[in-house]
Each structure stands twice: as structure tokens, then as C-alpha cells.
């Protein structure tokens, strides 16, 4: 039979493993998050371009 001290530090130990895991997956998340803005933010440069140069096309008619 487990001894009350026994079971919880299973429990302890198992939360702590539980918590390493969620935080590396958090780090791996917001990291990739992070990485995709600059591609988000050309993309935004490129349609303002086209933008630009459709009422350059507008005006000239």
C-alpha cells in the first residue's frame, strides 16, 4: 500500500512534468507566431503597392 507521502509526490512530479511540457509548447507557439508577422506585414506592403498603382490606373482614365 502507498503511503500518503508517496502518492503525492507522484502527483507532484507528474504535474511538474505536465508543466514543463505545456510551457515548451507555449514558447514553441508564440515563437512561431512571432515569426510569421514580418510575412503578414510584406504581404500588407504588397497589396498596398497594388493598391497604389489601380488608383494611379484610375486616375489617368
Known amino acids: ?5 508517496d502518492l503525492l509526490f507522484q502527483i ?4 511538474l512534468m505536465v508543466g ?3 510551457v515548451f509548447i ?10 510569421k508577422k514580418p510575412s503578414s506585414s510584406a504581404m ?3 497589396l ?4 497604389e498603382l489601380l488608383e494611379q490606373e484610375r486616375k489617368r482614365e
Not at 498596398?48 to 493598391?51: A, E, N, P, S, T
Open 48 to 51: 498596398d503597392r497594388i493598391i
Open 1 to 5: 500500500m502507498l503511503n500518503m507521502g
Open 20 to 22: 514543463f511540457v505545456t
Open 12 to 15: 507532484l512530479s507528474m504535474l
Open 26 to 35: 507555449y514558447i514553441l507557439v508564440s515563437y512561431l507566431n512571432r515569426s
Open 44 to 46: 500588407e506592403e504588397k
